[in-house]
């Protein structure tokens, strides 16, 4: 197992993540608790000492799973993290009652690593806000031993990211961000990661794999890395691009089955970079793989000018681009929730302005109805 520094702690760089634990008869709020027992031992026995949870997985089961499962094993021998579910703006003034809850479900007296969960354009204000208490509470919390290191996972964009740091930069000890080679350049993820690097921000990462996605490849992508590196697995490729990310502490593997778990302790097993021209042929292939299948916007701005209802059209273009994409998620929606309704897509009224002055000649009104349609 590779292993990673963090201030006096050796930490797996394979962490267990317990959003997809294996399931009863297909049922998202009730995981097998008996597969994800092997499946935490196996990890257990081939170094993982990093299990990662929250409020919200498995519908409110996670916690409990991960808790019953881990209670087998000295408290010393593993790291435990979980997050305040800011990310339901209903839970915002509950921060008093949810901690001691997920204390309880996680039958531990500490968090080694706790975090503001999902910063993004829905919360940023409320968790900027003193008057909920979040941050005082917790870093009471920090004080008194139950958070060891206190940190934070962001979906939102750059200025919101920037707006958290401004705040709480000199008392964040980690960030969990969504990090792989596809999200690279399609997400701005290497822009986050410059920014986290200019403070200093040790990196965890999440969706190393993007969902699956980069573990089931089409034919043409899987040819694609096997001219380059033929004994290679494909979901490898994914966690070695982030190998050769220095301030990577924690790559999260949301593992479903015990073959998954062998497969990324094998991967984890030693730390083989990637080269310069593997790099190359690797961020080549994630174009590729977007490319095809987005519009080609630059946010060059000429539509906005155009718009007679000042639609923000270039942004709304990017959700777009996600959101199909993905095949749904919820990034798009989520960012569209913080967005005034008289700015939403479906406000588009099919005028064709902005059309006359795109210099990609991309159909902006078809992808506005389109884009209302798919969300509902």
Known sequence: MIYRSFKDKKISALGFGTMRLPLKNGNFAEPDEDAAAVMFDTAIKGGVNYFDTAWGYHDGAAETVTGNLLSAYPRDSFFLADKFPGYDLANIDKVTRIFPEQLKKCRVDHFDFYLFHNVCEVNINAYLDDSHGIYDYLKEQKKNGRIRHLGFSVHGEQDVLQRFLDKYADVMEFCQVQLNYLDWEFQHA??????????????????????????????????????????????????????????????????????????????????????????????????????SSVLPCTACRYCTSHCPKH?????????????????????????????????????????????????????ISEAMRNFTEILG
């Not at 990462?205 to 043409?220: H, I, S, T, W, Y």
């Not at 001219?227 to 190998?243: H, V």
Request: glycine share 6%.
């Open 311 to 363: 639609l923000d059209i270039p942004e709304l273009l990017r959700l777009y681009n996600e959101h199909k994409f993905t095949g749904g998620g919820f990034l798009a929606p989520m960012a569209l929730s913080a967005m005034p309704a008289d700015k939403q897509p479906r406000e588009c009224i099919g005028c064709r302005s902005c059309e006359k002055v795109c210099p990609q000649n991309i159909k």
């Open 190 to 291: 290497d822009e986050k990661v410059k920014k986290l690097q200019e403070y200093n921000i040790p990196l965890w990462v999440m969706e190393p794999l993007r969902g699956g996605r980069l573990a089931n490849l089409r034919p043409d992508e899987e040819k694609t890395l096997k001219n380059m590196r033929p004994d290679e697995r494909i979901p490898a490729w994914a966690f070695r691009f982030l190998f050769t990310i220095p301030s990577v502490k924690v790559i999260l593997s949301g593992m479903s089955d015990l073959d998954q778990v062998k497969d990324n302790l094998r991967t984890f097993s030693e730390e083989k970079a990637l080269t310069e021209e593997e790099m190359s042929g690797l961020l080549s292939l994630a174009r590729s793989m977007y490319s």
